[in-house]
């Protein structure tokens, strides 16, 4: 089946811009997971998503990161006033919620470039 | 919270050649440990795992051990082929009721020399 998808794939924003990134979940998987992976680094956790409750947030770096799962399949990730420390590639995850933690499978991230 | 500690960063090996990548964790409650293979560009995509109640498991030429004493697991590449050559990330995660977020390691650079 289908997999993980993310778009766009690429944006370029000017400093100050909003942007929104868009995920599409593997379909039926419950878990959604947002991740920022800096160049040449591992991906970070940023935030997650149990159906359309968020359940952690822990790793949004600041108040302009707002993530939703409104009807509990797509997602957004959205930031505001972007800055030039936010540019990095942008992983979105899902995976199916069974008795123990389940296999991950990643979209093909949005290289995000705030100049 | 959880740390993931990933060596070597880089590793060079002549093609058939094993190679190997360690991790070290740092909360003993962890209990998953997933190792995914990423493509300059590309998506990561997961190649082997191993659970806490499992001290070694194999895919073809692919292993991974853990040491839950120690706090550490290892990825084992053997015969190495030149379409192996990419980056290795390990991490580490725990079922919690607010979910089972990955910790990532820093990455190993495989190269396979042909």
């Known amino acids: 089946g289908a997999g993980v998808s993310q778009s766009p794939r690429y944006k370029v924003a000017k400093r100050g811009q909003d942007v929104a990134l868009r995920c599409d979940p593997i379909s039926g998987h419950v878990s959604l997971f947002w991740y920022q992976q800096a160049l040449g680094q591992g991906p970070e956790f940023l935030t997650y998503f149990q159906n359309e409750a968020q359940l952690d947030k822990s790793g949004l770096p600041s108040d302009r990161f707002f993530a939703e799962r409104p009807e509990g399949s797509v997602s957004t990730l959205k930031i505001q006033r972007t800055q030039q420390e936010d540019s990095a590639v942008y992983l979105c995850?899902?995976?199916?919620?069974?008795?123990?933690?389940?296999?991950?499978?990643f979209g093909p991230g949005t290289r995000l470039t705030v100049l | 919270g959880e740390n993931v500690e990933q060596h070597p960063s880089t590793l060079s090996v002549q093609e058939g050649d094993s190679a190997v990548i360690k991790c070290t964790y740092s909360?003993?409650?962890?209990?998953?440990f997933p190792w995914y293979k990423q493509e300059l560009g590309k998506r990561p995509q997961l190649i082997i795992d191993i659970r806490s109640n499992v001290g070694e498991k194999k895919d073809q030429r692919i292993a991974v051990t853990l040491n839950k004493t120690a706090k550490h697991f290892s990825l084992h590449i053997t015969e190495t082929q030149p379409e192996d050559s990419a980056v290795y990330f390990c991490?580490?995660?725990?079922?919690?009721?607010?979910?089972?977020?990955?910790?990532f390691g820093t990455g190993t650079r495989l190269a396979v020399r042909p």
């Open positions: 991490a580490a995660s725990l079922r919690k009721s607010s979910g089972d977020k990955l910790t």
């Open positions: 995850a899902s995976s199916s919620w069974g008795v123990s933690t389940d296999t991950q499978y």
């Open positions: 909360d003993s409650a962890s209990n998953y």
